[in-house]
């Protein structure tokens, strides 16, 4: 039963049934002991010594994260997101140089989620040590995303600090006949000269 | 870097991009820290105590398989598959009662698969010792699959064993409109009287 066992392992994973389970279990079986041993070692190692950074809530293994600690990047300006996928997506543009502040989930009182449980409390606290000048509101452009965004826009702006949010409109590489209503809408009210 | 090369752990395995093994390393992390050693502990349980039974050549944990130790299946008629997940889909038929050789491949030449990389040893040895009246092939209806069936029918026929081909014809709640010609060719060949 080892193979039945580890194949319910992998179900339990989002988004993988219990065919693709199958599938891997066997992959697992033909790898050489030491990847086997290297995919367990990572496994243990990702959920023991991976934490979230005091200062940005984002994971990391170090006692404080990477980008809090280089002293290179914007202090001033935070960005905040919704979860560290976020925070990878955005280090990817290779633009950005301040640092981030992640939630770990939106307000979403359909789900049950109230702002108390999102890391609401911690944002605040590095707000009031002072030295922030703007928060960029990177949440999805969802209902839930919207919602926080205008939920903490509200609560930090008496606060002193400027609030923005993500430009929306048209998709690099996107076609503006299959484009939706409501994207189309936003990239001409937030229309630029040329 | 955990994460990271946890991620790059999942991504070796087939089928599941970089995106996907990302989002397989997070759930990882959110896991409880008993089911994330569980998870590891299957990982090597797997892959350090699953063995090819000395018989049929299936996985097992133990010392020979379940199958090729039940007296009560039928040990004169054995299922030649390509793989042990061909064991698992016939057993699920639950109307198979003879036993299996895994050949753990197909002859492709293509691919640089030459019969001795397969079972095909194991399988001899166990027709030399008798008592194997048929011996259904079981191959997949692939270019590889009926080679290597037609290369093991030729093979062990003159050693007096009946050798029978799995049927092929329209799968059961098939549409006759979409089904290719090969298929619809097989089952106009091998129709059977009503």
Known sequence: MPLVVLSEQFAALPGIGMKTAQRLAYAVMEMPAEQAQ???????????????????????????????????????TVCVVESPKDVTAIERTGEYHGVYHVLHGLISPLDGISPEQ???????????????????????PSVEGEATAMYLSRLIKPLGVKVTRLAFGLPVGGVIEYTDEVTLYRALSNRSEM
């Open 38 to 76: 290297a995919f367990a070692d990572a496994i243990l190692n990702a959920r023991n010594n991976v934490h979230d950074c005091p200062i940005c809530q984002n994971l990391t293994e170090l006692s404080c994260c990477s980008i809090c600690e280089n002293v290179k990047r914007d202090h001033t």
């Open 118 to 140: 999102l890391r609401i409390d911690a944002l605040l606290h590095r707000i009031r040590e002072g030295g922030i000048q703007e928060l960029i509101m990177a949440t999805n």
